[in-house]
């Protein structure tokens, strides 16, 4: 993670922060995400069934996928020097647009597309989150996330 002073941080807006590492989502991982929240659709976790479905195979969930912002966006944002706590503040967009297929590889793809500071010593960081499929055209999403920081 790259800490720069805080006046600094609107020079990041319009960059792109890089990649994260590839994660690959197994079916243990879609099995524990449905233990965790109760969304046991057969979708995610019957391979048998899901295997008869335009998918082909089971899919993580949707949740499961936005989930891993926050580990895979760590050592990419752009955070100002002095930093006390960042908390995650939420998302103002997502958009779906393919399903991850069991055992597919993902990655983040990260850009800084606003900042601001909302009240003094509190810095919101706007960042476009893309998780990108490997050997795929089209991303599984795309996502604003939001990052409240504390200096």
């Not at 195979?57 to 990419?76: C, E, M, R, Y």
Request: proline share 5%; net charge negative.
């Amino acid at each position: 993670m790259a800490f720069v002073p805080a006046a600094e941080l609107k020079n990041y807006i319009g960059k792109e922060l890089g990649h994260s590492e590839w994660v690959t989502i197994d079916q243990e991982r879609i099995n524990q995400f449905a233990e965790c929240t109760g969304d046991h659709q057969f979708i995610h976790v019957d391979p048998e069934r899901a295997r008869h479905t335009p998918f082909g195979s089971t899919i993580a969930h949707g949740f499961l996928s936005l989930s891993l912002i926050p580990k895979l966006i760590d050592g990419l944002l752009v955070m100002p020097e002095g930093l006390k706590m960042a908390i995650n503040y939420g998302l103002d967009s997502v958009r779906f647009i393919q399903p991850v297929k069991v055992d597919s590889r993902v990655r983040l793809a990260v850009k800084i597309i606003d900042v601001t500071e909302k009240n003094p010593g509190q810095w919101l960081i706007k960042a476009l989150c893309t998780l990108e499929i490997e050997g795929q055209q089209k991303p599984a999403y795309i996502a604003e996330s939001l990052s409240l920081c504390f200096v």
